[in-house]
């Protein structure tokens, strides 16, 4: 895996890739590359504008790429439920999904269209729901994969049953830490889910290290008119421990496409404190790794949602039937 980079992508025509969050960082890192190696790729995102912008930097970039854009709002289940039915009606499966979009540290509680707080909201529980959605079609793929980015946040996260949605109790990190252990552990339940079942199917999870992104500057500076002070010591930091999008973009593009990726790990850079470097296995801290959490966490997402695997499984056994 030493000095893994995108030359190492196997060929990927004939895939198709669905990636959330993909106009700007890592997503949009990992969509180029991908269309680069000739997958069909699918950008779904909240920002119709952007999205166009990013089509015509990919493909100025590959020419004959074949890119297009979906607008999706993860922080609505109206939104993911729309997004995700016409992705169903429009394509015939799917090999892989990118659950990718995030929020980062918004200095105060803020919630989605539906009432959660909105780094869990749009983290992880529209990422819940959309994988749900969408399963049906990731299992009718051709060695289907779910990759969730995830984050080295999730080393001080805690899922707090007693106040999921930071109602009593909100800290901007312990939220955001929260919300990036709750995306690790849908990933590994997930993986678990597709072994008992005897699915094709693989979920991995991967993590950037310190990308610089627009995720230091968006989250942070939701209510405010300028950079918040975590904000600019990041600035300082950045020159010694971080890397760029591109490398960040990496553990998600062998998690998503190297022959050599398992399930039910986590991908992320080999340097000092997973901060950067080469895709490696990471390290899953040991409170990441209780399955009756992730057990509890799954089931309280479905009450949440609406959504359940059991409607995933007939759906799935319906898609089939049909010539």
């Not at 919300?179 to 008992?196: G, N, P, V, Y």
């Not at 404190?273 to 966490?297: C, F, M, N």
């Amino acid at each position: 895996m030493t000095d893994w980079t995108t030359t190492n992508i196997p060929d990927q025509t004939g895939r198709i890739a669905v990636i959330t969050g993909a106009t700007s960082g890592i997503g949009y890192e990992t969509a180029k590359a991908l269309a680069g190696a000739g997958a069909r790729v699918i950008i779904a995102s909240r920002n119709v504008e952007k999205g166009n912008e990013v089509l015509a930097k990919i493909r100025a970039t590959h020419a004959g790429a074949e890119v297009s854009f979906e607008p999706l709002d993860l922080a609505s289940l109206t939104s993911v439920a729309n997004c995700a039915a016409r992705l169903s009606a429009s394509l015939p499966r799917i090999d892989l999904l990118i659950n990718n979009a995030g929020v980062m540290a918004i200095p105060t509680r803020h919630v989605t269209e539906d009432g959660f707080e909105m780094q869990l909201g749009a983290n992880y529980i529209g990422h819940f729901a959309w994988s749900l959605r969408l399963l049906p079609m990731v299992l009718s793929g051709k060695a289907p994969r779910v990759v969730t980015v995830s984050s080295l946040a999730h080393r001080s996260g805690k899922i707090n049953f007693d106040d999921l949605q930071c109602e009593k109790r909100y800290g901007y990190w312990s939220a955001y830490a929260q919300s990036k252990l709750a995306t690790l552990m849908f990933s590994l339940e997930l993986d678990r889910i597709a072994r008992a079942e005897g699915w094709n199917l693989t979920s991995t999870a991967a993590h950037p290290g310190y990308a610089v992104t627009g995720l230091q500057s968006t989250g942070p500076r939701m209510g405010r008119t300028g950079p918040s002070w975590q904000e600019r010591f990041g600035k300082l930091l950045e020159p010694l421990l971080s890397q760029s999008a591109a490398a960040g973009a990496l553990p998600t593009l062998f998690a998503a496409t190297s022959p050599d990726a398992k399930g039910g790990v986590m991908y992320g850079p080999d340097g000092f404190y997973e901060l950067k470097g080469s895709p490696r296995l990471a390290k899953i801290v040991h409170a990441a790794q209780d399955k009756t959490v992730w057990r509890k966490l799954w089931q309280v997402s479905e009450d949440l949602t609406g959504l359940s695997l059991n409607t995933v499984t007939k759906a799935s056994l319906e898609r089939k039937r049909q010539p």
